[in-house]
């Protein structure tokens, strides 16, 4: 419950994040989900 | 240069400039100062350039390769038209080396050295040819990634074996936790279920960390994705997807749900998913959504390209069927007019070049009414080209779920209001970014 209130009198005005990456080409379609090659 | 969208959050509106994707949600008593005007002003140019290499700048990376056109299943939303999947042709295996060979070699120029290309055997299904594609899988392990996307059927204790031994991606479909429901889309050609046999083979894959599961929502099963999301937490499937039908062809518009409807089941399952995590600390990702909420914070560092425009299809990977037909997508290849040439015959660029793909990767948001003028034109991307074309007239239309993808935005924008975003994402989702724009850094300057 303290955590909570704290974290409601902390509530920022304005929220704004964007991050970058250089877009390493792994794209897929919603067909198939690939992460990471997977090992057992 | 701003537009309003409203979240439907009880604090909090957004504001978006929508060409470049950048955004600010802002307490509803207040309003953005010259500081933070300032402050974005100077990165504007970057984020721009960003768009730019994302929408247009990107090298083809993967190929959905389709070693065979004939499916034991008849599923009733299949995008493989009924008569391919029932009397298809299969690739031979060594036409299918000859493939890889080529691919290969083509992917030696565009992609940088330490990334493997991505190859995923792909409907209709591909385990009806084990014994073509299994042998490739060996001979080119060290020049892809592979992935085999399946209904499971075939899917014996050898062939697990040895797509696990190997790391090769699993992708299995399920479309609702009971039999019942599951059946009504999913189903043999004489109508007998595979609800039981998916599930055994769902409890043989517990533990390989390759595997996820694909959930197509329909007005079938709509109603039962927080069971199946349960379901899946359960069994520890650690991603799942749960898509919309894509309605490009007239049997899956007969179980399109209705868009403002589903999306409140989609946001149900999505609660569902966070309520499980906090309850068990064991997280299940939604990862078409969770691909939403990366696409706002880091729009480079999206996973899948359905939901930006142009998509991906064409540009980023393209679907090959058995005779070496090139379609941009595998949602197109029971749509002859978007066949862009063959791989045997002809140059892999040509192809990419050539009229037919370039419907697809031409279709930009800006010549799509009313995209043009949404502010979260770049969280959607109107997907998909396909069922624009076939459902809706033309290529230049939306696709079926407006609503739905408004929805889903809306929700996203919460969950950063409420500082819970971390808890939907893959850990270390943002791992390889840096920070270009941070608000709160700004107040403490
Ligand atoms: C066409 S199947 C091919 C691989 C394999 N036969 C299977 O069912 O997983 C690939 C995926 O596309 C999904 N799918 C098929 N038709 C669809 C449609 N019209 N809209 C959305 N997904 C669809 C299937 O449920 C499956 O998850
Ligand atoms: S969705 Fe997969 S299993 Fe079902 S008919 Fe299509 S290709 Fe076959
Ligand atoms: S939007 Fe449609 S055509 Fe484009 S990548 Fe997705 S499924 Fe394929």
């Not at chain 1, 379609?29 to 992460?35: C, K, P, R, V």
């Not at chain 2, 991505?118 to 385990?127: D, K, R, Y």
């Not at chain 2, 966070?274 to 939403?292: S, W």
Request: hydrophobic share 40%; with cysteine; aromatic share 10%.
């Amino acid at each position: 419950m303290k955590n909570q209130n704290q974290k409601q009198t902390q509530k920022p005005k304005i929220i704004s994040i964007r991050k970058s990456c250089s877009a390493d080409g792994t794209g897929l379609s919603h067909y198939i989900l690939m992460d990471k090659k997977a090992k057992k | 240069m701003f537009s309003t969208f409203d979240i439907k959050h009880p604090d909090y509106v957004a504001l978006i400039e929508p060409d470049n994707a950048f955004w600010a949600l802002v307490e509803k008593n207040s309003a953005i100062n010259d500081k933070f005007v300032n402050a974005y002003k100077n990165k504007a140019e970057k984020f721009s350039d960003e768009m730019q290499k994302l929408r247009f700048g990107l090298a083809l990376n993967a190929v959905y390769i389709n070693p065979t056109s004939r499916c034991n299943l008849n599923c009733v939303y299949c995008y493989i038209p009924q008569e391919m999947r029932k009397h298809g042709d299969d690739m031979s295996r060594d036409a299918l080396f000859e493939a890889l060979e080529k691919l290969s070699g083509y992917f030696k120029q565009v992609m940088p050295e330490n990334r493997l290309p991505q190859i995923i055997f792909h409907g209709a299904e591909p385990l009806l040819v084990k014994e073509v594609i299994f042998p490739a899988i060996e001979k080119f392990q060290d020049r892809f990634r592979f992935g085999v996307q399946t209904n499971g059927v075939l899917l014996d204790d050898e062939a697990i074996e040895f797509l696990t031994v190997n790391g090769v991606g699993i992708g299995l479909s399920l479309d609702a936790p009971i039999k019942q429901i599951a059946d009504k889309t999913r189903k043999t050609w004489g109508g007998d279920s595979v609800f039981e046999n998916t599930i055994k083979t769902i409890h043989k894959l517990k533990g390989y960390d390759g595997y996820n599961v694909i959930t197509t929502v329909t007005k079938e099963n709509m109603h039962c994705l927080c069971d199946m999301i349960d379901f899946f937490h359960e069994l520890e499937i650690p991603a799942v997807m749960l898509n919309m039908v894509r309605c490009t062809l007239p049997g899956a518009r007969e179980v399109k749900p209705d868009d403002y409807e589903v999306a409140q089941h989609f946001i149900k399952a999505l609660d569902r998913t966070h309520e499980l995590y906090k309850k068990t600390g064991r997280k299940i990702v939604v990862a078409n959504f969770a691909n939403i909420l990366v696409s706002i914070m880091a729009p480079m560092a999206r996973r899948l390209m359905c939901d930006i425009s142009p998509c991906g299809g064409g540009r980023v990977f393209f679907a090959l069927a058995p005779d070496g037909g090139m379609f941009p997508c595998s949602e197109f290849i029971g749509l002859p007019d978007f066949k862009g040439g063959n791989l045997f015959r002809d140059d892999i660029n040509t192809v990419l070049q050539s009229e037919s793909f370039k419907k697809v990767t031409d279709r930009k948001i800006e010549d799509i009414k009313p995209c043009d003028k949404c502010a979260i034109r770049h969280f959607c991307g109107a997907p998909c080209p396909a069922e624009a074309y076939e459902m809706n007239g033309g290529m230049n239309k939306i696709g079926a779920f407006c609503e739905f993808y408004e929805e889903q935005v809306r929700y996203a924008f919460r969950l950063i209001a409420d500082n819970i975003v971390e808890d939907y994402l893959w850990s270390e989702w943002d791992k390889d970014t840096v920070t270009l724009f941070e608000a709160s850094a700004l107040n403490r300057l």
